[in-house]
């Protein structure tokens, strides 16, 4: 037991310690003392639902026995070999993981996280291809490392310009229909976005991938009208160039499926992910290639590797955490509940002004927030936070915490992801939470 108050905790952890994608200042951390399914507790005994599975990562929710008991026989049997060697826990995980991902993808390399699992991605595209671009689309976020922030196409980018420009990464436009950037309408457009994407391939020269996130994650959980991936893999076949998908936020029964590309059909040349993989409770990336990726490897040099890749203390739970998935069949799970929360939050738009749109896939949710419903302007931009505003998103996430909701608010929508365990009667609560205090921006709304 800590003989640290909760006071301790908070002081110490703040002074000494970075918060991060913010001012320091006004950064008081809440003391989070436990947890337990879809809460967590806090050092002063409130009990918090989660509504966005903290970074929507903690999808079979706190204090999964299986999984703990996972790590504890993992720590006791062996805790680390280096990556050079075989462990019970790598050749059990592998073999499940062909199971589970797009049927093709069968080679793996292990991270501690979803920014270096992308690291991997991009260098083994590059490796494979012996090309250098990799086209990006500006609504996404892959990662916070020199290589994954400059694929990162929102403007978390921006602070590591011009150090980080470039490094062969260009930039499409994003698919999404509700704020077209070239004010298309779906499906008259013919989808168009997906065409310019193949316009930007045929006038450059030395591209190795196209580089998506099969839905759109932080930046506004955006689902892709149904013809664009296969669409898009078209594209990338005809012109020899990779399809990297990154399903760090989407995979793992998030969507209703294992991994979102399998709404569509489309298997990935490369899949990253990372999160739900061991619903949080150790850090794990991992980065799947095709077999024609893996042959090109068996004469050639694979220039890559960590001190912690495939680090055993990770793998074992996350082999714990698939039998816990499908014990307790959460992706069907999340499908089954995602009707159930749509009608939930088309509900609030009607209630609330200020709700422009909902979208989103099975326990997989945004509501955006905008001013004015017909010219769609956001309450706040990403220059607003990093100029130190207060956002009307983070207005109401506070108001909302005080009900006991915790949910991830991003400069002008919300994200709800809650754990794939959660019950009618907790979406019924933390809807009812946001439903309070939505009428904070519906008052501002022109
Ligand atoms: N890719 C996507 C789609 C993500 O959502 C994230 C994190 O939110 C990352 C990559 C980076 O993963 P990590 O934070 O584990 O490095």
Redesign the pocket.
């Known amino acids: 037991m800590s003989t640290l108050s909760s006071q301790e905790i908070v002081e110490l952890t703040r002074k000494y310690n970075y918060g991060t994608w913010r001012f320091q200042k006004g950064w008081t951390p809440m003391h989070i003392a436990d947890a337990e399914g879809c809460y967590l507790i806090t050092g002063d005994g409130r009990r918090l639902l989660d509504f966005s599975s903290q970074?929507m990562c903690s999808n079979l929710g706190h204090k999964n026995q299986a999984v703990i008991d996972s790590i504890a026989k993992q720590a006791q049997d062996l805790a680390y070999a280096m990556p050079g060697y075989a462990t019970e826990a790598r050749a059990e995980l592998s073999k499940l993981l062909v199971e589970v991902l797009p049927a093709g993808l069968n080679k793996f390399f292990f991270t501690t996280?979803?920014?270096?699992a992308?690291e991997a991605a991009f260098k083994i595209a590059r490796m494979y291809t012996g090309k250098t671009k990799i086209i990006a689309r500006y609504r996404s976020?892959?990662?916070?490392t020199s290589g994954?922030i400059a694929a990162t196409g929102d403007p978390r980018r921006w602070a590591m310009e011009p150090a980080g420009k470039g490094q062969g990464v260009i930039f499409g436009p994003e698919v999404h229909c509700y704020k077209c950037p070239i004010k298309h309408t779906y499906p008259s457009c013919g989808i168009a976005c997906a065409d310019y994407l193949e316009h930007m391939i045929r006038n450059e020269s030395d591209v190795a991938a196209v580089l998506v996130?099969p839905i759109v994650?932080?930046n506004g959980v955006i689902v892709p009208p149904d013809g664009y991936m296969p669409k898009l893999r078209k594209i990338c076949d005809a012109y020899g160039v990779l399809l990297i998908a990154?399903e760090?936020?989407s995979g793992w029964g998030r969507s209703g499926e294992w991994f979102a590309m399998n709404h569509w059909g489309v298997v990935p040349d490369i899949l990253?992910t990372?999160?739900g993989i061991t619903s949080a409770y150790v850090p794990l990336?991992l980065c799947a290639t095709s077999e024609k990726i893996a042959a090109y490897f068996e004469d050639h040099y694979f220039a890559h590797g960590h001190t912690y890749e495939a680090h055993p203390m990770t793998l074992a739970p996350a082999v714990a955490t698939i039998h816990e998935m499908e014990r307790l069949g959460l992706v069907e799970r999340a499908r089954s509940l995602g009707g159930y929360m749509e009608g939930k939050l088309r509900e609030l738009m009607e209630r609330h002004v200020c709700v422009g749109d909902v979208r989103g896939k099975g326990l997989f949710w945004a509501v955006d927030l905008v001013k004015n419903k017909t010219t769609k302007e956001p309450f706040n931009t990403y220059s607003d936070k990093v100029a130190g505003k207060v956002l009307v998103v983070d207005q109401i996430a506070g108001k909302v915490l005080g009900e006991g909701v915790t949910i991830q608010a991003w400069v002008s929508h919300f994200v709800v992801a809650p754990p794939l365990i959660v019950t009618k009667e907790e979406i019924d609560r933390g809807v009812a939470a946001l439903d309070l205090h939505l009428s904070i921006a519906d008052g501002l709304v022109e």
């Open positions: 970074l996280s979803g920014t270096e992308n976020y892959h990662g916070s994954s996130e994650g932080t990154d760090v936020m990253v990372a999160k990336g």
